[in-house]
């Protein structure tokens, strides 16, 4: 085994959706839509896989199917209100992930920092162990919200002091996670400017995971920190068209950023996956077309997604205040954090586990009750996994008969 490997080999996804498949009758766990992607967009893969075109079974471009890097220049140099050349500013990956994994490997040198704020979506820790970084934590604190009001993902705040004092000559970047999965926090404009000020200030790079840039909801609007002051020159942004097109499966995903830094970004992608599926790069190419014809207009998925998802989360939110499961009130993603402690009488803690009590929590619950969820404590490093040990993750992108299943669920326990 090779030492880069060493200490990154559990994943929370391989065990818990093995755990979801083997016990779950109600799975609200692995963050995946279980309605379909639209039909624009089945339509398009459809027409991509057995129209005339028959060019597109086979490889495409390396950087990017050439309609899709278009489009995404053209959908988003419009959002950005930045010119954006789709051959040398756009990338197009493997899903976010592998956009992720770009990154790391183009821009992290052994020794070198990079600042995670907690809780964080898991891979980016090993991610950078694994280019021979060091990750620093720098934790999201929360505040006790306004008597009898339930916790907002707002209460989830930086302290700005502890942020500055993460920064120093070896940092190399910050990874940045709005909306962020797992809390469904939106970070404020005063929040990003206060990282974009570090950025600039110690000269370092700001991947920026939006891969929930659509899902925001009760009017929060989700500001990019490459638009600000300084930022697009030192800023990675990565998407998901799993995200933004309830589609994780197809695995498309995209970087954007200036072509300083895109250009070592491709010196990875072309020596490990060269490029991704065809059809399904050419499909998403489609669907971003018919996004830019409806551009702000209701019938835009991007405007009936978070409608829908909205909705959803309402749904959850009461079901789990119900029965005192408290739910900290997501601004935006499709992932709702509730505090079990009110539980807690059903999962005796067993004082010399090392395992967090929320994973033997959640383990319990998939086992007993057949209710699927993610533990917290799967979002912090190891160092800080006990420092947050009774929440759980549920994901809400489910059909109303999944949502209404978990409710019967909760409701005949409590
Ligand atoms: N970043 C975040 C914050 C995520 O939640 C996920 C999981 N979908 C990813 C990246 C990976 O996205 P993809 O499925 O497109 O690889
Ligand atoms: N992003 C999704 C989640 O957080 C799925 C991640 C995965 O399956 N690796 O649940």
Redesign the pocket.
Same mark, same amino acid.
């Given at each position: 085994q090779a030492r880069r490997l060493e200490g990154i080999d559990k994943n929370v996804w391989v065990e818990f959706v093995k755990l979801a498949a083997t016990y779950s009758t109600v799975n609200l766990g692995q %963050?995946f839509p279980d309605f379909p992607p639209p039909d624009f967009l089945k339509e398009a893969f459809v027409r991509a896989l057995t129209g005339e075109n028959h060019m597109l079974h086979q490889y495409t471009r390396a950087f990017g199917h050439p309609p899709l890097v278009k489009i995404l220049a053209q959908y988003f140099g419009k959002l950005l209100g930045q010119d954006l050349d789709p051959m040398t500013n756009v990338m197009v990956t =493997? %899903? @976010? /992930?592998?956009a992720?994994f770009c990154c790391f490997q183009a821009f992290v040198d052994e020794g070198d920092e990079v600042i995670i704020i907690e809780p964080f979506?898991d891979?980016y820790e090993p991610m950078v162990k694994m280019a021979g970084g060091m990750p620093v934590f720098v934790p999201l604190r929360p505040k006790a919200p306004k008597d009898g009001k339930l916790m907002s993902s707002a209460d989830w705040q930086l302290d700005p002091a502890e942020l500055a004092s993460k920064f120093s000559e070896r940092t190399k970047a910050i990874v940045l #996670?709005s909306p #962020? #999965?797992p809390l469904g926090k939106v970070f404020s404009r005063g929040e990003l400017e206060l990282i974009a000020d570090l950025c600039v200030k110690h000269d370092v790079l700001c991947i920026s995971?939006e891969? /929930?840039e659509w899902l925001v909801y009760d009017g929060k609007e989700h500001i990019r920190i490459a638009s600000l002051q300084g930022m697009w020159d030192r800023t990675v942004i990565?998407g998901? @068209? %799993?995200?933004t097109f309830s589609a994780?499966g197809w695995? =498309? %995903?995209w970087t954007m950023g200036p072509n300083r830094l895109l250009q070592h970004l491709r010196t990875v992608h072309q020596n490990s996956v060269y490029h991704c599926a065809t059809v399904a790069q050419e499909a998403v190419a489609q669907g971003f077309q018919r996004e830019l014809e409806l551009y702000g207009k209701p019938e835009s998925y991007f405007i009936q997604l978070p409608k829908e998802l909205q909705q959803k989360r309402d749904w959850l939110v009461q079901s789990l205040d119900a029965v005192g499961m408290k739910p900290i009130v997501p601004e935006g993603t499709y992932f709702l954090v509730a505090d079990i402690s009110e539980f807690k009488s059903d999962v005796p803690d067993v004082a010399d586990s090392d395992e967090p009590y929320d994973s033997r929590f959640a383990k319990w619950m998939v086992k007993n009750k057949g209710l699927a969820a993610i533990p917290l404590s799967a979002f912090y490093c190891g160092a800080h996994k006990n420092n947050y040990n009774h929440f759980i993750r549920f994901c809400f992108a489910k059909e109303e008969a999944t949502l209404k299943a978990a409710n019967d669920i909760l409701q005949k326990w409590k």
């Open positions: %963050g =493997v %899903g @976010a /992930y592998q992720l979506f891979c #996670n #962020n #999965n995971d891969v /929930y990565i998901s @068209a %799993g995200k994780t695995k =498309v %995903g």
